[in-house]
């Protein structure tokens, strides 16, 4: 199955004494997060993300555990490699946006939750406060769709490609006169204000260059409006992406992925440059569709910066479960022998998996299991009839007739999946009061059966398991268009409850359970 995913992970060229300085710099100096939280639950789970040693920040994938957990209304967290870069922040209270941090900092924040649907108020303070709470106020060309919308505006606004250039880097004046005057005072460090500063020019980039390269693909649902003819904006572009190349050594700390903008727009033809040699990594399109559905055009870079890119991907396609071990390992032997001294490496073989898969008998079940109140492991029986179920409702009347059933959708690489069994308990203490059997089906992919068995008895998921089928997966991709999804069966095998309220509503899930079912 595939489902939507948002990637803005950092791919961005680094230079060799930069990472010499960066790996003195992380044993030397530690950095330290602390929050305070007014009106949240003790227990609640921050998930942090940090930058890797001598890599700019994924956006998904950490290289060891990464949450920090409420208690007394605080959170404190020690990263692991106190690099310079950025943090991005994730949980139900905490705030999505990012920090800087540089070895030896202390930062320090203060919360409180939104009402509704609002975001929280955030607000730093200690080390580089003042960058921060730009950041978070979104005062340097905000990530949200508001400045696309701006910049699409600025694009339209002339018919030549210098007048437009002009009113793009006037975008600019404020943020960068904001850092300034944050320097000036002292407010922020030297370093703080060079990468803030090349963040903005990096967030210009994003939002131009991504217009820019929809229209080209297809002037007529790009919608931009353009005064200037053809020709001055692909000078516009070149101009842009020359003069905020994301390879340049400045840049090498940016929170954006714009190499893949740049990388599209030479396959287009637009940016000048040889065509490929070799088509290495339009070959792999298949085993990365689950997050990059243009890998091919990677193969239009220079081989530092697809090295970069490349890596960035490889750690997305980790966190995100992309494929089978065995696809991974050949990937990744192919990305090793074009780069071997990429910073990635040492990190994606940190990674890959130690034994290979377990060995299947024929016939054998090892895809439908059962954790029982204590067990440390799944336990699987034979399972007559398994290997011809086609359907979800055929699997549920084959396996639990006579039984109602309450079905959580859900795969390793879906955060807010994982995020919702903290409230399990309470649903496991319903169902065995009401006779209502919890099946929870994983849409992994089959290579990552080991994975799936162990998260589920590692997060204490009592109940059935399927890891479903390739038949199963494709019955279910026009009806679970997003994951977690939760559905409601009764005791006759229909299906009473296509959205489920969520473990984590309680009783209005255990209310909707009793109105469907007739409890």
């Not at 086609?390 to 084959?398: K, N, P, S």
Request: proline share 7%; hydrophobic share 40%.
């Amino acid at each position: 199955m595939k489902y939507q995913i948002c990637l803005l992970g950092a791919a961005l060229a680094v230079a060799p004494g930069w990472l010499r300085a960066q790996k003195a710099a992380s044993t030397a100096a530690s950095v330290v997060i602390e929050g305070r939280f007014t009106g949240v639950p003790d227990s609640t789970t921050a998930a942090i993300f940090e930058p890797l040693p001598g890599v700019p920040l994924n956006y998904f994938f950490t290289d060891g555990p990464n949450e920090a957990v409420v208690r007394g209304g605080r959170i404190r967290y020690q990263l692991r490699h106190g690099q310079t870069g950025f943090v991005r922040y994730n949980g139900k209270y905490v705030p999505r946006n990012l920090s800087f941090v540089e070895p030896g900092a202390h930062v320090t924040f203060s919360l409180t939750p939104g009402v509704g649907n609002a975001p929280p108020t955030v607000v730093y303070t200690g080390a580089n406060a003042a960058g921060n709470n730009l950041l978070e106020q979104g005062q340097l060309l905000s990530g949200g769709l508001a400045s696309g919308e701006r910049i699409g505006t600025v694009l339209a606004s002339a018919p030549t490609a210098a007048a437009v250039l002009a009113a793009l880097e006037a975008e600019t004046t404020k943020p960068k006169a904001l850092l300034t005057a944050a320097l000036k005072a002292h407010s922020i460090s030297q370093r703080c204000y060079e990468v803030l500063t090349a963040e903005v020019e990096q967030r210009l980039l994003y939002w131009s260059g991504n217009a820019l390269a929809f229209h080209f693909k297809d002037s007529a649902k790009a919608n931009l409006h353009l005064q200037m003819p053809e020709a001055e904006a692909r000078q516009l572009t070149q101009t842009l992406c020359a003069r905020y190349n994301p390879a340049l050594p400045r840049y090498r700390y940016s929170s954006l992925g714009n190499l893949a903008i740049v990388a599209g727009l030479r396959e287009q033809g637009v940016l000048p440059g040889p065509s490929p040699t070799a088509r290495t990594w339009a070959g792999y399109t298949p085993q990365f569709a689950q997050v990059n559905s243009g890998m091919s055009r990677y193969d239009y870079l220079p081989a530092a910066a697809q090295g970069h890119a490349v890596g960035d991907m490889l750690l997305t396609a980790l966190a995100f479960n992309a494929m089978s071990p065995a696809d991974f390992a050949k990937v990744a032997a192919d990305y090793r022998r074009l780069f071997p001294a990429s910073p990635y490496n040492p990190i994606i073989a940190k990674s890959l998996p130690k034994n290979g898969p377990t060995a299947v008998v024929a016939g054998q079940n090892l895809t439908f299991g059962t954790l029982a109140p204590g067990a440390r492991a799944l336990a699987f029986a034979p399972a007559p009839g398994l290997d011809t179920v086609r359907t979800l409702a055929g699997l549920v009347r084959q396996q639990f007739a006579g039984r109602p059933v309450f079905v959580d959708f859900w795969a390793s690489w879906c955060g807010p999946c994982i995020a919702e069994f903290r409230h399990e308990p309470g649903l496991h203490e319903f169902a065995s009061k009401n006779g209502i059997e919890v099946l929870y089906i994983s849409v992994d992919k089959p290579g990552f059966r080991e994975k799936w068995a162990a998260l589920a008895a590692k997060n204490n998921l009592r109940g059935a398991h399927y890891l479903a089928s390739e038949a199963v997966q494709k019955s279910l991709e026009k009806v679970i268009p997003y994951l977690p999804t939760y559905m409601i069966f009764d005791k006759n095998g229909r299906l009473v409850e296509a959205s489920a309220y969520h473990p984590s509503d309680g009783e209005k899930l255990y209310q909707q359970l009793r109105e469907r079912l007739g409890l």
